[in-house]
């Protein structure tokens, strides 16, 4: 399995689902991770959820999200 958006292959933990495009890609996972995050994570205001958003989805991404932390 590879990161669809930096073709990287993807190990263990550091691995989200978009939200959106249900594509996989890297995310770090812990303070000790040092993958590049090829995706960010976002806050629903409506729902309150976070949610995961690759790089290529993130100008998509649906207004009443707002980058979490
Ligand atoms: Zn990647
Ligand atoms: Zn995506």
Do not use: K
Not at 56 to 64: F, I, K, M, T
């Amino acid at each position: 399995m590879s990161c669809h958006i930096c073709q990287g292959e993807l190990s263990g933990n550091d691995t989200a689902s978009c939200h959106l495009c249900y594509r996989d890609f890297h995310l770090a996972m812990t303070i000790q991770s040092t993958v590049v995050d090829c995706g960010q994570i976002f806050m629903d205001n409506d729902s309150l959820a976070l949610a995961f958003v690759c790089n290529a989805c993130v100008d998509e991404r649906p207004s009443q999200w707002a980058p979490a932390g």
